[in-house]
């Protein structure tokens, strides 16, 4: 055999057949060695990393949070949630004061709308009552290290339900027959002498953030807004991907998936819905800008964080548990399985405030449950108001109960 040397190739010249035999078999062994070689490099290498992988850093449930309870979002079912959450910890919770339902709304949120601040001070630790945000006020209740966050949605289904929600209450509503005739001239109905009852009528995210829903929407002012909003909340939820963003939430928080188990609360019938033209559609785009640029950015950064902290594969997982177990807590608790119109509720106590055209559901528990279950099951159902009355009732025992305009669940701490 006669080798001859290239800078990039070996050439055999054979001189016969058992030659090319004997140098095929030789090289052959030689890219088999090669192989094997590298695949035990590339193990030692994959152990190596295992071996110096650092763990990570343990995670703690944040118990101090703000939640932006914005309106039509889905935020009764959070309020629910973040309850829930307030009992199961033992912690405090900044409810309104007095016979309030609200903390001030709509007027701009002050420290003093919040039960006992003047001796409580800087010691709560849970806010989600409907408020209008005010960053000073509010931190002058929260605590330092406090979590804050809220919801939007998507405002074009958002104003068809505030329409049907607010219909008897917002003048600009009140005087169109429907909502596509009101966004076929929205000014036609919406009057500056109003603008106080009329909030629900146009960009109402951007008023419950606490800026004004009549701005105009010029680039600057939106984008510093934007970047406002972006500094005082450590994250914004979406409420079209509720199931998602509860997981998103479970993360951020650290708590346990128990923590975000939710059913649906304070939603409508479904004959309530009035179909929207796709003029509508576009015609809500530009009345309600501001809502719409506040939606389309926070959306994006919704999903940028949930790729960077979750991954898509992560949270598509996650989501099925989250639902199979809301599956088997809706069989455990409910004797329908799925929620019910308002004359179908058989325990009055758990029926929801009724409001404008729309039909809110609530539920029926079955009759067989253990105490133990039942108080799990009454906590997932029982409607926002009952509950700020029931916990006011807990934090503040020698304060006069809220009368509410409802049956209680419980009329007395002790019955719980």
Known sequence: ????????????????????????????????????????????????????????????????????????????????????????????????????????????????????????????????????????????VMAANTFYFSILRNPIPLLESSYIYYKDYVPAFRSSKNVNEFLESPTRYYQPADSRRNIYARNIMWFDFGYDNNAKDDANYTQAVLE?????????????????????????????LDDVIYFKLNSRSQDTVQRLTPESEEQIKA???????????????????????????????EVDHLRTRQKELMEICLSEQEAVRKDHIRNKALLPFQSGAANILGYNLKQDLDNTTLRTCQKMVIPELQYTSYLYAVQHPHKKRKDVGLPLLWTSVQEK
Not at 229 to 242: C, G, K, R, V
Request: proline share 4%; hydrophobic share 40%; glycine share 4%.
């Open 287 to 317: 009345w309600c800008s501001l809502d719409w640029k506040l939606y389309l950015h926070f959306n994006q950064s919704f999903w940028r964080r949930i790729e960077e902290n979750i991954g898509l594969e992560v949270l598509g997982k």
């Open 1 to 140: 055999v006669v080798w001859v040397k290239n800078p990039l190739k070996l050439f055999c010249f054979p001189r016969n057949a058992r030659c090319l035999i004997l140098f095929s078999f030789c090289l052959g062994l030689s890219f088999l060695s090669g192989f094997f070689h590298m695949r035990s490099k590339s193990h030692r290498i994959s152990k190596s990393r295992e071996e110096l992988r650092i763990p990570p850093t343990p995670c703690h449930a944040k118990t101090n949070v703000m939640f932006l309870k914005t309106h039509k979002t889905a935020s009764s079912t959070v309020l629910n949630i973040m309850f829930r959450f307030a009992e199961r910890y033992n912690l405090t919770v900044a409810l309104p004061a007095d016979q309030l339902v609200h903390l001030g709304y709509p007027s701009t949120f002050m420290a003093r709308f919040v039960e006992g601040f003047e001796t409580i001070g800087q010691n709560y630790n849970i806010m989600c009552n409907h408020l209008r945000f005010n960053p000073l006020e509010v931190k002058k």
């Open 228 to 256: 406002q909003i972006e500094h005082n909340f450590h994250l914004i939820l979406i409420a079209d991907y509720f199931d998602e963003s509860m997981i998103l939430l479970k993360h951020t928080l650290c708590w346990d």
